[in-house]
């Protein structure tokens, strides 16, 4: 190994490195004990082997053009969603079971139009203004939303006179620091109620190259991505805060688009500025929010029963492997 | 020799229970009474002392006197109070008879603010607690990281604006939006006596959509509303001419190649009426000589 580093020609901090340099095939830079020209070889090393792969490259197309039409076809590159583990519980469209499930789950009588979704929209404890303006945004962009402060309330206690008032949606939003981080949604004659972390809130004014205040129609929903199971009733979830018959005249639409296990909610106005072009605004809040938790019944941390817990250790272990 | 400790703890050597700060010195002594470090309030430069301190919540009355100088072990006699305020006092009253007035005061008002801050503590214990859930600086890092990769994968507006046009195609929207083209091609899906209809729906739609024009915010309005109506005659009679496949597809071509020849009518292009227009007409004669 000493005499590895004594065999290269020219080795030192002054002179550029020749053109082609063998390193004789049993050196390894890690064992030159000086930093310094440790260093210098290992720039070498690197230079040579990015060569060797430029040079790689070269032949490749080469080869492919050389070949014509009947070169293999382009490699597609391999994406975090392309490697996905697949899910078992992945909803395939024509399951009846699945369909069966939601024809009679808590969201059936939203789906059959026989409710109309009305929305309590609250805060934690002592809101500070970040998070109050946030809420009076929220409430602009789901129609048929109010907003009531905390003041110290049970939620235990809030829940019986909210379904005794019709409400069917309650939404809490936890505050941590100035800015809201949390986010519990609870669908209320008894339904699922999903924990959230809320992260990358932006208000309105924060937004760039926005348009002007939502109004007041009912916008359009999209849910993208919801393919598992458990996705597919947080979809439901979502769908089901909005009232079910979008006013298209208003061309607004909110988003909710699930990616790699982070739903990004955006809100926008859209034009169609021909048959295959549209233009999008985005009005509205943004925020992110990540499952921490689904239950089966309303809000009640102790005793309730869970349907599924974000786990760390066991289900954070694969990068390829997500659950909504 | 109290006035002996004092002259060496309080004022020249170090003590260390005494705590400095700009406007005030603190004693951290424990069974100081009020807490500051002063002549009377020193329970090493007294030997005359006694103090209310809570353990448990429970409140007890220490007391020191000079008998007991000498047996550290004894030193501090502890009496329990009741847990009746009144009496609590009295006992205070009672042990402490004979003993400076200062002491009785102090004592008697340390024992006040002890029972108020455990009734706030009992008070407070019944309302909800929050908690406080440690951030796992690791996790938060990565959580961060992973979403901005998941924002950028997720292309959002591509990904919105691919919904809506599908949303467009599958007729969702109805009779809103008028893109001639694209009713063109469902009539082309059907047959062509159906077409004639549809032709005839569209220029009832054509007036509908003028009002829709109107509401639009991002439209300019650049053209006035005479020239929609002319343009919309032509409209009509081109379209009952037309019903073949070739001049839609030559229309198509001819509207990609009109957006670099006529620069000046750019921002009515949206309207998609007026353009066809332009284009018929020099499509006509060919189209023409194709029939004959």
Redesign the interface.
Known sequence: AAGGSGTVPGEGSGPPAPERVLFPPTFSVSEIKNKQRRHFMFLRWKQQQRKEKLALKKKRRKEREALGDKAPPKAIPKTIENQRVYDETTVDPNDEEVAFDEATDEFAPYFNRQTVPKILITTSDRPRGRTVRFCEQLATVIPNSHVYYRRGLALKRIIPQCIARDFTDLIVINEDRKIPNGLVLSHLPDGPTAHFRMSSVRLRKEIKRKGKEPTEHVPEVILNNFTTRLGHSIGRMFAALFPHDPQFIGRQVATFHNQRDYIFFRFHRYIFKSEKKVGIQELGPRFTLKLRSLQKGTFDSKFGEYEWIHKRREMDTSRRKFHL | SSQVVWSMLGNRQFCSYKMTTKTQNFCRNEYNLTGLCNRSSCPLANSQYATVREEKGRCYLYMKTIERAAFPRRLWERVLLSKNYEKALEEIDENLIYWPRFIRHKCKQRFTKITQYLIRIRKLTL??Q?KLVPLRRK?ERR??R??E???I??Q??N???K???E??KQDT??D??N?P??AFDKALQQQDAESESESDAEREEEEEDDEDVD????VEAEDSELSDFEDMDKLETSSEEEQEEEEEVEKKGSHSKSKGKTPLKGPAR?K?PYIEIEYEEETEPSTKTKAA
């Open positions: 309302k909800r929050r996790i959580e961060n992973r979403e990769k998941a924002l994968a997720a959002l507006d990904a919105i604006e919904e809506l046009l949303r467009l929207y109805g809103i939006y893109f083209i694209h509401k639009r915010e991002f949206r998609r």
